[in-house]
């Protein structure tokens, strides 16, 4: 069955510092890959997505994620992380690219001033 | 222009009542989900709905029932509400199922007493 793992519930970051979310995944076939964020009280919002091609993917607010299919795994990263990043986020995987997202269970990140 | 509007946004009632969730998008697309989110903000899919046709039907009570009367409204009905149902639900949609960024309405925040 296809699974996403989340292995973090927080990560704290200084501002300015360089943050990572991981997640890792585990589908048969070519995943589709995806990243959200949740801020309070609102919807989920679309930050990027992987489908096929370069293993590096950029998406919204200066964040990208880097696909890397020998560690089954699709962390978010950003350079110089702002307070405003604070918020939940979520990665997704569609495990044949027509089939419901599955998502996993969330990691709150925060970043400090 | 709201992309994909809730209503309403917060819902308050008994237990044993019926009450209905309303969501439109006007983005065009062909398909639109329920999401269900949980007090650990735990996030699962219940329904998926393409050009008014019910494609995804996850284990649910019977008590939900989904109903589409046209491809830019997915509204929820639920019956004999029960505690457990408390929750906060989201609407989305997407262009397909899988491959497309989905697009997350407001939520709405059920509370049962």
């Known amino acids: 069955a296809q699974s996403v793992a989340q292995p973090e519930d927080q990560v704290n970051v200084a501002e300015g510092n360089p943050l990572t979310v991981k997640c890792t995944y585990s589908v048969s076939g070519n995943p589709y890959l995806f990243w959200y964020v949740q801020y309070p009280n609102r919807g989920l919002q679309f930050l990027l997505k992987?489908?096929?091609?370069?293993?590096l993917v950029k998406g919204s607010y200066g964040f990208e994620a880097e696909f890397n299919k020998s560690q089954t795994s699709f962390h978010l990263k950003k350079p110089s992380a702002l307070v405003s990043d604070s918020a939940l986020y979520f990665c997704a995987v569609s495990p044949l690219g027509n089939t419901p997202l599955v998502f996993g269970k969330g990691t709150r990140l925060s970043v400090i001033a | 222009d709201t992309a994909v509007s809730q209503t309403p946004k917060y819902l308050v009632t008994q237990m044993g009542n019926d009450k209905s969730i309303k969501c439109e998008q006007n983005?065009?697309?062909?398909?639109m989900y329920w999401y269900k989110q949980d007090s650990k903000k735990f996030l699962k899919i219940m329904f998926s709905y393409n050009n008014k046709e019910l494609i995804i039907n996850e284990t649910v009570p019977n008590r939900f029932s989904p109903k589409s009367p046209d491809k830019a409204h997915l509204n929820l009905h639920i019956n004999s509400l029960e505690l457990g149902d408390s929750a906060v639900y989201f609407c989305a949609s997407s262009q397909d199922l899988g491959t497309d960024e989905q697009y997350f309405g407001p939520g709405t925040r059920l509370t049962v007493t």
């Open positions: 983005l065009g697309h062909d398909t």
């Open positions: 992987y489908i096929t091609g370069d293993n």
